[in-house]
């Protein structure tokens, strides 16, 4: 039996879809007489982009675990399920506190500016008090985070990360780094060579419970036309399921994630990587149990450092780094568009139906499964994007829509920043730029293909390839003086003025296909 709802409430806590923090979400001064949880399945979260059906079942599965874990501890909760009238969080929100008339409208930091600012204007217009507390999730406060910016001239993730290790104790030896370094990524970067990859788990991922069937159901029902094919919905909506996904990575994967985290290879989804962004991000798992669990991994000899060590960078640097990015940033950041890329996003990445066998194997593992991992996404379909000259926004919002752990902190600053280099440089210092043949020495992909990695004109020529030298050619300028492209740059002076013509051809008949 859910708890009774107070008829008066003074104070309204809102939690939203990526909240779902079981051991964290209750104020210590909750007072279920006069306090009420609210939460809403607002259709317009998974239509403002088109999301992928994985991603909405992901979230609506679950909040409504979430809420019956609510209802169980007698928690006073008012949850609107979907379609039960308005279509946006912040009209939902209007209709309740017209009625319930709330002093103070409370939230944990949005991960979505956009969700924040109608939130908070919707709380305002109905002259309630707008309260937003401090996410503690994350292991870095935003206070925290903004201080450590305090001064610098340019942000790096490294010197950010080897403040958190120091800071937490992970990974260290005094002063001193396990290991005697910090970073082991040369010894992460192998591909599987011609005989392709050692055999991975076979199983990963958790079967649906009738719950979460229920909502499978509800979103083929609801959301027809968005991309995703549910017929096998792997991924964790409550915290034991995300605690198994946890131990299975840390005992089957851990121990070759790192040799082969930027390896691609046909038919092989998951690999060996941990897929656990997705509960993380909805805060099913605590990312401090996370680390401790792949810290504990190496102090036990199961797994190599060059493994958790990439592992736990992740974790402890990357993802608190690009929240704090984000939210210094925004909402500019969003916008950004330094390389004035002004390409709409190419159909296929709708359909996956292109001749290139790295993207067609990229686009359609992420629009069915909505997933990719790492690699494919900043390596093959960023890339691509990058080289092609799409929009920022457009790839983004692309993004976006259909991987499973995707929220607006998240993408914006990895699409934006890392992957379009939008942001001039504040995520990365060069761009992530390179030929088909990278992915030709990190993948299967081109032995299939109808192009040659390595030709960048004529029938043959690799998309990428011919996209690439167009990429430095149309950025001499811009680019020109970054020390870190300088040989890439030295490269394109010596192509002739013919070859760079035709190359320029090409390029643009990739971008206006008759
Ligand atoms: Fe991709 Fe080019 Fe390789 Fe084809 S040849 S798979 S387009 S990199």
């Known amino acids: 039996m859910p708890a ?17 923090d079981y051991q964290r979400f209750l104020p210590a001064d909750f007072d279920p007489k006069t306090d009420l949880f609210w939460m809403a399945e607002a259709s317009e979260e998974s239509t403002h982009v088109r999301s992928n059906k994985h991603r909405i079942v992901c979230f609506l ?19 609107h399920e979907l379609d039960k009238g308005e279509s946006s969080l912040s009209g939902l929100l209007g209709q309740d506190l017209k009625q319930l008339k709330p002093r103070l409208v409370s939230v944990v930091k949005p991960g979505d500016y956009r969700v924040e600012e109608a939130l908070r204007k919707t709380v305002e217009e109905h002259r309630a008090k707008w309260e937003v507390r401090e996410d ?24 950010f990360y080897r403040e958190m290790r120091r800071k937490h104790d992970v990974l260290m030896d005094g002063k001193d780094p396990v290991g005697g370094a910090w970073n082991f990524d040369k010894e992460n970067r192998e591909s599987f060579g011609k005989q392709g990859p050692p055999p991975s788990p076979m199983v990963r991922g958790c079967s649906p ?43 089957e994967c851990l121990p070759c994630f790192g040799r082969f985290q930027d390896a691609m290879w046909t038919d092989e989804y998951t690999l060996f990587h941990s897929l656990l962004g997705s509960p993380i991000n909805l805060r099913l798992l605590d990312p401090r149990k996370v680390i401790e669990a792949a810290e504990q991994a190496y102090l036990q000899g199961s797994a190599p450092l060059p493994a958790v060590e990439g592992f736990i960078r992740q974790i402890l640097g990357w993802r608190e780094y690009v929240r704090g990015i984000y939210h210094l940033r925004m909402p500019e950041y969003r916008e950004m568009n330094f390389l004035e890329a002004d390409q709409p996003l190419p159909e296929f990445f709708w359909t996956g139906e292109t001749d290139m066998v790295c993207m067609k194997s990229c686009l359609k593992q992420v629009l069915d499964t909505g997933y990719g991992h790492h690699i494919q996404r900043l390596m093959v379909i960023g890339l691509y994007s990058l080289l092609h000259g799409v929009r920022p926004g457009e790839i983004n919002d692309w993004f976006l829509a259909n991987y499973v752990d995707a929220v607006d902190w998240v993408t914006t600053p990895n699409v934006v920043g890392m992957s379009q280099f939008a942001d001039g440089g504040i995520m990365a210092s060069k761009p992530y730029s390179a030929t088909g043949a990278y992915i030709d020495r990190m993948s299967n992909y081109c032995k299939k293909c109808r192009f040659q990695p390595k030709e960048s004109t004529g029938p043959d020529a690799c998309p990428f390839t011919t996209l690439y030298w167009d990429f430095l050619d149309r950025h001499r300028k811009r680019l020109g003086g970054n020390q870190r492209l300088a040989m890439q740059m030295r490269n394109l002076v010596r192509l002739s003025e013919e070859k760079l013509a035709e190359i320029r051809k090409g390029a643009d008949s990739l971008r206006r296909p008759s």
């Not at 709802?5 to 779902?20: E, K, M, T």
């Open 4 to 20: 009774s709802i107070p008829s008066a409430p003074h104070r309204l806590f809102v939690v939203l879809g990526d909240q779902l």
């Open 61 to 79: 599965a679950a909040m409504r675990h979430f809420r019956n874990h609510l209802n169980d501890g007698q928690i006073p909760l008012l949850y």
């Open 136 to 159: 503690e999730h994350f292991l870095c406060t935003q206070a925290e985070f903004e201080e450590h910016a305090q001064g610098r001239k340019s942000l790096r993730m490294e010197f």
């Open 209 to 251: 419970d009738a719950l979460t069937q229920e909502v499978i159901d509800l979103v083929n029902q609801r959301f027809p036309d968005h991309p995703g094919d549910l017929r096998q919905f792997i991924w964790p909506v409550t915290p034991q399921q995300a605690e198994d996904a946890l131990t299975q990575f840390i005992e």
